[in-house]
């Protein structure tokens, strides 16, 4: 069964950073795709990052040059880099099997707790 537990979320002011982590198990790395979701009160779970089989990231247009996904197989650990942030970034952070940026959340067939990020002005 593949597991996800992310981390690394907070409050932080507007610019600034954090970088979040996933840690995921129950699944063989080279066949697998991983992506980002976010969801912010009151809408839909979407898709900021996500990288496939062949190691090809694709983002959201929405944080296009400001988020960085990267990882460290050898302990499937999963990462994103999150900089010069906006209120618009708050919201719930989870990582889930997804192949592009695009990917439907309703697809996902489960989900860790996530992880919250606040952005303040």
């Known amino acids: 069964q593949v597991k996800m537990i992310e981390s690394g979320g907070g409050s932080v002011q507007v610019g600034g950073s954090l970088r979040l982590s996933c840690a995921a198990s129950g699944f063989t790395y080279s066949s697998y795709c991983m992506g980002w979701f976010r969801q912010a009160p009151g809408k839909r779970r979407e898709g900021v990052a996500a990288?496939?089989?062949?190691?090809?990231?694709t983002y959201a247009d929405a944080v296009k040059g400001r988020f960085t996904f990267s990882q460290d197989t050898a302990n499937t650990i999963f990462f994103l880099q999150m900089n010069d942030l906006k209120p618009e970034d708050s919201g719930t952070y989870y990582c889930?099997?997804?192949?592009?940026?695009?990917?439907?959340?309703?697809?996902?067939?489960?989900w860790g707790p996530g992880t919250q990020v606040t952005v303040s002005a």
């Open positions: 990288i496939d089989r062949d190691g090809a990231v």
């Open positions: 889930a099997g997804a192949c592009s940026a695009g990917w439907p959340s309703d697809l996902i067939e489960s």
